[in-house]
């Protein structure tokens, strides 16, 4: 029988699923299981000592203040700091074209409930980052999915669908996830003229572009649109909301992301978090820009990516020497994921299920994609397994694609 | 000039207009400013030292683990001490009834997330809480509003207006927000009753049923509501969702509240917070546990209440004493408010105008009403200030009255 509550659920919620990532996450807490689902950093380089003298200093030298409400825009300093980390090669990001969120989850929830009618179109990669379509489906929202490649977002296929008229283009340039891709500078430019030529406007999500481990840094789309508009310092007011998070850097426990935009929208985004949760926590906001502090966020992305990469390595290598023909990989240069594909006629859903018996978990390529395409497919984390485990995993999880492609063979 | 992204407002943000009590916290920041405005806790209660040990307990025993990704469900103990705590009283909850949310505030978002369709009308009381008509005017919901006595609801009322066919009907028992009055018990049957009959379902919020300062505890509508329908000790499975908070009992800036529902409510939920911040902060609640836990809270509740009780009666006892005739307030048993009703042809907004030269501060109470009316209501908190400041407080206001009342006489 059901409850009257749940009887009156509302039209959106028929979109929500429980997500095959969270199903998952469930069966990869066994601790028998090798999992490369999940997007977990690893837990070796948090920084739980420099987090325990922040908690110590900032309960000491703030106290009350520290568990009061505070402003919804969020924590001055932080919104200092970040603002003028923001306000590196040629742009000019002040304090409030800056609003902290739970989260960049948060962000893109935000982002939902002020910019999304029911019905309208946002301009998606082919395969994009699933939190976001959780986010934009409690909106209602359709997408138009856009082809990629090894350098992001295609141009013809970007011009073909553009003409739909997306109320925005999400883009991860950097790392993405699920693909591991990163978008080129040229094809960065090119994305930024589309945009500006149709008048649509862009979403830039980059909560990994801090974890680089080979190549050069490429500036974000914010950074270049303001550059081409050359506004001689003026401050920045262009065609780009950028999103980023403290989750892969500091710790994704304490839920810190923020956006930066022009100071009108960052106004109605206000409204709108004050309607979701009034402000995040006042305690870990101040935390944050204590850890943060005195150049310690930029000695320890050193660390983390040092890690990374390793454990990058060591995934590739196995890949390589363990992997049957037929399958293919994507080579990241950095952030926390790599991507597969199998042949067209293999399922990552079976693959999934020989898998788990096998004790190796990872994420079928098909919840990313817009378009219900992707079945062969899928995703391997490589940050939160120990480069030994990587080894073994990837043995078994090779074990397992021999046995079905053994079995396909007539 | 307006950018590409402003250009690009959703329908539902044109509801979203800066609160009145948000534009009015920006004024009472002021050092010299008496503010009855606001809704914030006295900070001299926070038990910051705990706090301090929590911060420290947590980060030796749990390290990396308090910084990690957690579940979206919340804390597994966390949830586990609410549900303890809520099957007092003739009703079973267990951890899957409960959902940790940052801040009720963030249940009130979901709540409409979940359960509101554009156009749907919501019951809610005359006047009532402007968090939740906020939350719930970003899903496009509209009201209808039913009238309220010293006793709460008035069921003749209820039972007009619930023809219209409501999705739910909110309810805020205990010591209001913004009217700091309380259901009685036969009220409280009473609307169960009627939402039983015409098969409406029951949103109760109840942040601030621990601070009672005179007076028997009254039961909460889903106890009272669990023990109606005798399961015999059946997990609660009934017409009520209950919300409340550690706001005002632990502190308010680390935003942690919960929801009380159904199980199969409480999974919908989950996948709309999953969507929507990920999880509330692993190290707060990790945190409100340990502090909560030994019997704590119980025990920090009694010392709020002492505190909250004087400055309860030093505002009571300064408008008997000064303000004049023709005015008239409620006398709350508990909780944070009061409620002033001018005299029929006072505008609030201009007394506002007036208190704020006179450096006191107040929230007039048109925002509280879904109908447009209550112009010649205002709202005081009596929490956040001194003893010493209220009377103060209360005086200036009296004489910005008085000032008023004789201009407008012939």
Redesign the interface.
């Known amino acids: 029988m059901?409850?009257?509550?749940?009887e009156?659920?509302?039209?959106?919620?028929r979109r929500?699923?429980?997500?095959a990532v969270?199903e998952l996450l469930k069966l990869t807490e066994l601790p028998d299981v090798i999992s490369f689902a999940?997007g977990?950093?690893a837990?070796?380089v948090?920084p739980?000592e420099r987090?325990?003298e922040g908690?110590?200093k900032v309960?000491?030298e703030f106290?009350?203040?520290?568990?009061?409400?505070?402003r919804?825009e969020g924590y001055t300093p932080l919104r200092e700091m970040i603002a003028e980390r923001s306000s590196r090669y040629g742009i000019n990001i002040e304090p409030d074209n800056v609003l902290i969120t739970?989260?960049s989850?948060?962000a893109?929830?935000l982002i939902g409930?002020?910019?999304?009618?029911?019905g309208?179109h946002i301009m998606v990669e082919r395969p994009t980052y699933l939190?976001a379509l959780?986010?934009w489906?409690?909106?209602q929202a359709e997408y138009v999915s856009a082809d990629t490649d090894v350098d992001g977002y295609v141009p013809a296929s970007v011009a073909e669908k553009i003409r739909t008229g997306p109320?925005?283009i999400y883009a991860l340039p950097n790392f993405q996830n699920p693909s591991g891709v990163t978008m080129s500078l040229e094809r960065r430019k090119a994305l930024l003229e589309q945009a500006d030529h149709y008048?649509?406007?862009i979403l830039e999500d980059d909560p990994y572009g801090q974890l680089r481990y080979e190549g050069d840094h490429l500036p974000p789309l914010v950074n270049l649109d303001a550059q081409s508009r050359s506004h001689n310092g003026a401050r920045y007011?262009?065609?780009v909301?950028y999103l980023s998070t403290f989750?892969k850097t500091?710790?994704?426990?304490?839920?810190l992301g923020w956006i930066v935009?022009?100071a009108?929208?960052i106004?109605?985004l206000?409204?709108?978090k004050?309607?979701?949760?009034?402000?995040?926590?006042?305690?870990?906001q101040m935390v944050a820009y204590e850890v943060a502090a005195e150049g310690f966020l930029d000695q320890h992305v050193k660390i983390i990516r040092a890690v990374y990469r390793e454990r990058r390595d060591t995934m590739l290598a196995a890949l390589r020497a363990h992997f049957p023909a037929g399958i293919t990989w994507t080579e990241p240069r950095g952030g926390l994921f790599l991507w597969l594909t199998f042949p067209e006629w293999m399922n990552a859903n079976d693959v999934l299920k020989a898998a788990i018996e096998q004790k190796v978990a990872f994420v079928p390529g098909e919840s990313f994609f817009a378009d219900g395409t992707g079945q062969n497919t899928a995703r391997l984390n490589f940050s939160n397994a120990t480069p030994e485990r990587i080894d073994e995993g990837v043995k078994r999880l090779a074990r397992c694609l021999e046995v079905l492609m053994a079995a396909a063979r007539p």
Do not use: C
């Not at 059901?2 to 749940?6: F, L, R, S, Y």
């Not at 106290?63 to 505070?70: D, I, S, V």
């Open positions: 059901q409850t009257p509550w749940a009156r659920y509302a039209q959106r919620t929500m699923r429980s997500s969270r999940g977990l950093p837990p070796e948090f739980v987090f325990a908690f110590n309960m000491a106290g009350a203040r520290a568990l009061q409400y505070g919804t739970s989260g989850q948060q893109l929830d409930k002020v910019f999304v009618n029911p309208d939190g959780q986010a489906n409690a909106y109320k925005f008048g649509v406007p007011s262009g065609n909301i989750s500091l710790s994704p426990g304490v839920r935009a022009p009108e929208v106004q109605k206000v409204q709108a004050q309607g979701t949760d009034l402000h995040t926590s006042t305690v870990s």
